[in-house]
């Protein structure tokens, strides 16, 4: 079974700084996808950002990146110039790309990120 | 609809009752997801839902859940004999289909039991 490890209970970053949250996963599958969600405290979890397992580059979305270093098992999320509606709840969760009974999301147990003004 | 409904947003039940979470999927989509979310913890899987095959109940922790998808669009999960450890929130995900990989999210039933 996957497994998806974020170490990081908490982190706080100034305004305006960048900050990188962790993220490592176990597989033993060639082919999946990784994702970072947020979830404020309104509850509702929020697609930050997706990567395809067999996608080299990393992805961007405008001020979030990510660094996928798949040999590594690796996953973390850059977010750049910090806002302060950036403080919430930040899941990893990996997908399997196997269409037989593996759909669902399987998160790790979450980073708090809280932005200092 | 808009986005993804969940109903009661909020419920308080005392243990051994008997409670019902709705959620109401995006229109069109297909496949619908629950997941359980106790107190600093991250989700875990419950059930899914894809058309009209036989869900996936894997991630059901107990003979007292369950939960049915009628007509293919609204879902309620049951809980049955309610114990303290059920307390929680309880999120409802529906995606277009089972390939496409954006799970939509409601804003999730928060349920104590006392």
């Known amino acids: 079974a996957q497994t998806v490890t974020q170490s990081q209970p908490e982190m706080s970053v100034q305004e305006a700084e960048t900050v990188t949250l962790s993220c490592t996963y176990d597989?033993?599958?060639?082919?999946?996808?990784l994702f970072w969600y947020k979830q404020p405290p309104s509850r509702q979890m929020i697609l930050v950002i997706r990567?395809?397992?067999?996608?080299?580059q990393n992805a961007t979305e405008n001020r979030f990146s990510v660094n996928f270093q798949k040999a590594a098992k690796s996953f973390s999320l850059k977010i750049s110039d910090s806002q302060l509606g950036d403080a919430a709840m930040y899941f990893c969760?990996?997908?399997?790309?196997?269409?037989?009974?593996?759909?669902?999301?399987?998160f790790g147990q979450g980073t708090r990120l809280t932005i200092n003004p | 609809g808009a986005g993804v409904s969940q109903s009661p947003s909020n419920k308080v039940t005392e243990k051994g009752k008997d409670v019902e979470l709705r959620c109401d999927p995006i229109?069109?989509?297909?496949?619908l997801y629950w997941y359980r979310q106790s107190l600093g913890q991250g989700l875990e899987f419950l059930i899914y839902f894809q058309g009209n095959s036989a869900p996936d109940k894997s991630g059901l922790p107990s003979d007292r859940f369950s939960a049915e998808r009628t007509g293919g669009s609204v879902s309620t999960l049951t809980i049955q004999r309610t114990q303290q450890e059920d307390s929680a929130v309880y999120l409802c995900?529906?995606?277009?289909?089972?390939?496409?990989?954006?799970?939509?999210f409601g804003q999730g039933t928060r349920l104590t039991v006392v």
């Open positions: 229109s069109g989509h297909t496949a």
């Open positions: 969760a990996y997908r399997s790309t196997i269409i037989q009974g593996a759909q669902k999301l399987v």
């Open positions: 990567q395809e397992a067999y996608k080299q």
């Open positions: 597989t033993s599958e060639s082919d999946y996808y």
């Open positions: 995900a529906s995606s277009r289909d089972s390939m496409n990989t954006e799970a939509f």
